[in-house]
């Protein structure tokens, strides 16, 4: 939960006041996200969020975020569309914060997912590397390869305070995807952090992908490895290949994967893991003072890592041979 | 800002299934309300907020909350109305805790209040007192003269940690309104909490009166005396004569105040700045671990209270003589 920067009426009657979207009816902080403040504001026109863009956002990534939001939406992916003011600027300000309002998407997350919402995220995700083949700007994953030793000198040798023997796995696994990463991929935007919270479904169909703030241009083919971690283990850590399939047979029927791409799904699967582990694994040992968010646990993504590093093929994890 | 608990999508899918209110389309935790967990949920049928009630709220006064909602919406009060289950029921569970869900109140609620805000506030404030009358259920004011004493003993000897002197004054203040409460006044369903975060607009006019979760049986002219203390002085301190004129002309407008509550106007000043004071200073010396709330501050009500010591009748206010 995060509203991070307190916005009085006044300000943001002031702020609308430069788009064309009629009047003020209500608006509220609301209790989601962990690196922007959002608000959902009501006016006569509709329904909106508006995000201000705390320290932990780049400003100078905002163009690539919004321009993306706005190409997809322009080729008709349900996303956020970012709402122009009357001078045709996007990025805005407010409370001293940078700050875009995008339209309001309907649609709620699910926290199980099923083998069925695994299908429609993968024919989505597909749909969205798609859709971004054609986007011009270009921003590096500095969450890949090159920014997992960084993440892990970061954790300052306080691994092993999480779990014993967690420094060492990590270290051999990072010196082995450093050395035998893939190279030369299809590569374009992707969003990097597909997680259910970031998918809405209505009818039990995906009605929308949000929080575009770790897009980035990398492999397409990491984004599905990202979201087999995401959507296709069990609680109790088992991966669940019905719902693996799924999510494979849903992304190739809109963007077949190519041979290379299937011989690289495992390595990217513990690339996708060591990721979310490392970033967990830092945050973990970061909860600042004060912190309502209890942060994930890092071990959920060890035990993930596991799994990828037994698997032999990409039908390991439910491709169609 | 608040969300105690954490509600997942089915779990709110079930509980809909209980209400005649269509399908979930959207649902977002609102930062708002500091006792209760608050959702905005939105369905095929409409907008209303989920409320969770967390453990500071006494689960034997929710059929008064409720029920002075329901009666005060019957009788065209815009404040939220209650939804009933199908099975008539209003009050229900969710995530363990006890909940009711209420219909969306569109509006803004204003930082900086003008005297024209205040003149809406004391006409709205009148008609709550008039649709309350005939409420059948009373809830005595914990918060009143009786329950002064015991909050001044919470704070326990650390008042003069806040501020030197503070301690004194408050003991000297708490034994002259004890000896002095004005007594027999008309009394009825009193708000007790009208500030201007529970009171929304909409064009300038007050469109919503919400959170009755400190509502109860009291003095009519008490509750005007919160609102003096909430809604006329300016952020330096000083009383603002011509919104309290404002506020108490709008009021009288709608329902004249006798000159027995006239006299008394002052001592209920006086009266209402020291609770403030007193919860205040509780809260301010019991901040919990891990707070993101900053307490507001107690002395902003200490420098309210000096005021009204000074005050010698209603007319200081602004009270048409």
Known sequence: MAVYTDVSPAELEAFLSGYDVGTLTSFHGIAEGVENSNFLVQTTRGSYILTLYEKRVNRDDLPFFIGLMEHLAARGLSCPQPVAQRSGAVLSEIAGRPAAMVTFLPGVSVR??????????????????????????????????????????????????????????????????????PKGLPAGVI???????NAFFLDEKLSGIIDFYFACTDFLAYDVAVCLNAWCFEPDGAYNVTKGRALLSGYEAVRPLSDKEKAA???????????FLLTRLVDWLNVPEGALVRPKDPLEYLRKLRFHQAVDSAQDYGLAA
């Open 191 to 197: 969003h990097a952090d597909l997680f259910p919270d």
């Open 265 to 275: 799904l495992p390595r990217l699967a513990r690339g996708a893991a060591l990721r």
């Open 112 to 181: 199980r997912p099923t083998a069925e919402h695994c299908a429609e995220l993968g024919r989505g995700l597909a749909r969205l590397h798609l859709a971004g083949a054609d986007f011009a700007l270009a921003r590096a994953n500095n969450l890949s390869v090159a920014g997992w030793r960084p993440l892990f000198e970061a954790a300052d040798g306080q691994a092993d305070g999480v779990a014993p023997g967690l420094a060492a796995a990590i270290a051999a696994e990072l010196a082995t995807l450093e050395a035998s990463w």
